[in-house]
């Protein structure tokens, strides 16, 4: 399996980047995933950059109803005629996010809902007996205090995040998830996939949302020790970090956990 940041936040290949995340996924059977699609184009433009053709792309999975991972839902519809795209039923709600001068929408292009193309998927999606999303994922170990400022479907009501889902995908002797920014807290999606599938999980690729705590330095720092501790148990399993994460946030955990997690900026590729 091979990986590619197409869109992230910062880039070491000197690639354009923006606020979101895209991933290109190959398998080794040369089934091609694309998880996520960023802002708009980018992705695409990235994908050009870097050889990968979108249009062999055999099917599409939004993690969540933000901007910054289905806004280029409609640039993708647009380059490839033939993948399904895999959204949570939930993910066309209205989402917000408080800024400085109030709420600002920042969820999916409502026009696209009635896509023939789209599947939309509840708690638990086979696409395959080793390709699997799952959403409603409970518990509240280490959620990101980040979440405070999200809302939706409603303004007043915060975000209980029933419209992001997860992927796994079990491949040989590899079982790795995806996650898009883990609101529900990135252990506790641990803990469910564990529930969902049978073997303990080798490679985790995830935005963990620390950023935007709102947390006091000794909190935060409290929170990222016990964040790192807890990841740490799932012996064997190496974690690649990106997009909301955060810079320091990510050298905080990198400190504690070593060679167990990397973070993958746009244009890097991961050959697992």
Do not use: W
């Amino acid at each position: 399996m091979k990986v590619t940041s197409l869109v992230e936040n910062t880039s070491r290949a000197g690639l354009p980047v923006e606020h979101g995340l895209s991933l290109h996924i190959c398998l080794d059977d040369g089934r091609q995933i694309l998880f996520d699609m960023g802002q708009r184009r980018l992705f695409a433009d990235n994908a050009n950059r870097l050889g990968v053709n979108l249009a062999d792309v055999d099917l599409a999975v939004v993690s969540h109803g933000h901007y910054d991972h289905g806004g280029g839902l409609r640039a993708f519809l647009e380059l490839n005629r033939k993948a399904k795209v895999y959204i949570n039923r939930y993910a066309f709600e209205p989402h917000y996010s408080l800024r400085e001068d109030g709420l600002r929408y920042i969820g999916l292009d409502a026009e696209l809902e009635s896509c023939d193309r789209i599947v939309f998927c509840e708690d638990e999606t086979r696409i395959s007996s080793r390709i699997i999303l799952f959403a409603a994922v409970k518990g509240d170990c280490l959620k990101p205090a980040g979440n405070r400022l999200l809302f939706g479907p409603a303004k007043k009501t915060n975000d209980d995040f029933r419209h992001e889902q997860n992927l796994i995908i079990q491949e040989g002797d590899k079982t790795v998830l995806f996650a898009g920014c883990a609101h529900a807290g990135i252990i506790n999606i641990v803990r469910k996939a564990r529930q969902t599938i049978s073997t303990p999980l080798t490679h985790v690729f995830a935005g963990m949302h620390l950023v935007k705590s709102g947390l006091t330095q000794e909190q935060e720092t409290q929170f990222i020790h016990s964040l790192a501790d807890k990841l740490l148990k799932q012996t064997d399993c190496r974690y690649f970090t990106m997009h909301c994460t955060g810079l320091s946030q990510y050298e905080a955990l990198k400190k504690q956990m070593g060679n167990a997690i990397h973070y993958m900026s746009c244009g890097d590729k991961v050959e697992i």
